[in-house]
């Protein structure tokens, strides 16, 4: 089992960015593609971003398409996700997530090891 533990997470003005850290340990961190989800309160958690083994395929969800980017560092076992021109709308706890799969992949359901989550709230 592969630990993940986010970081970078905080309080922001709308427009403003952040980067988010996920940093892996436990198994080889290029084995897995990875990917970034956030859940809102009262909200299902629902996917943000996710990355191919090699960095060679990305997927985004609408909302962040332009906004957010994920990369990662294999050779510092990290997955970010850079934020940018963040929004209210954008406020939620963000979960990096391990997929046994060498591709990207967008459903939840296909994810095997999550991290604890970091809070990112965007004040008006």
């Known amino acids: 089992q592969v630990q993940l533990v986010e970081s970078g997470g905080g309080l922001v003005q709308a427009g403003d960015s952040l980067r988010l850290s996920c940093a892996a340990s436990g198994r080889t961190f290029s084995q897995y593609s990875m990917g970034w989800f956030r859940q809102a309160p009262g909200k299902e958690r629902d996917f943000v971003a996710a990355?191919?083994?090699?960095?060679?395929?990305?997927y985004y969800e609408d909302a962040v398409k332009g906004r957010f980017t994920i990369s990662r560092d294999n050779a510092k076992n990290t997955v970010y996700l850079q934020m940018n021109s963040l929004k209210p709308e954008d406020t939620a706890v963000y979960y990096c997530a391990a997929s046994l799969l060498r591709t990207a992949v967008t459903s939840r359901g296909q994810y095997v090891h999550w991290g604890q989550g970091t809070q990112v709230t965007v004040s008006t």
């Open positions: 990355i191919s083994r090699t960095s060679d395929i990305t």
